[in-house]
């Protein structure tokens, strides 16, 4: 079982940047490919940003790319992301995921889940 608890979320301004985090309870963290997804009100979860088990390789959608940074460490068992220039379209709850299969660049078969923190970017 992995318990994830996301934070870094809040009220920015057009241009901003916010790091999120998201802390895994888990002991073999390293094991898990890591992703961020996002859902905005009455829209579907789109699939941001994942990492590699290692951290050596990462994957982005292309809207986010040169905008966000994921990463990890594997030593406090926390995935990070990144976000700079900021838009009102990133507006959204970014929700990140853990799955143990080694594609991790694939947005399914995620199976644990963080609650969420919400990103809402002003105009």
């Known amino acids: 079982q992995v318990q994830l608890v996301e934070s870094g979320g809040g009220l920015v301004q057009t241009g901003g940047s916010l790091r999120l985090s998201c802390a895994a309870s888990v002991r073999t963290f390293s094991s898990y490919a890591m992703g961020w997804f996002r859902q905005a009100p009455g829209k579907e979860r789109e699939f941001v940003a994942a990492?590699?088990?290692?951290?050596?390789?990462?994957y982005y959608v292309d809207f986010v790319k040169g905008r966000f940074t994921i990463s990890r460490d594997n030593a406090k068992n926390t995935v990070y992301l990144q976000m700079n220039s900021l838009k009102p379209e990133d507006t959204a709850v970014y929700r990140c995921?853990?799955?143990?299969?080694?594609?991790?660049?694939?947005?399914?078969?995620?199976?644990?889940w963080g609650q969420g923190t919400q990103v809402t970017v002003s105009s």
């Open positions: 990492i590699s088990r290692s951290g050596s390789s990462t």
């Open positions: 995921a853990a799955k143990l299969s080694i594609s991790f660049y694939s947005a399914s078969g995620y199976d644990y």
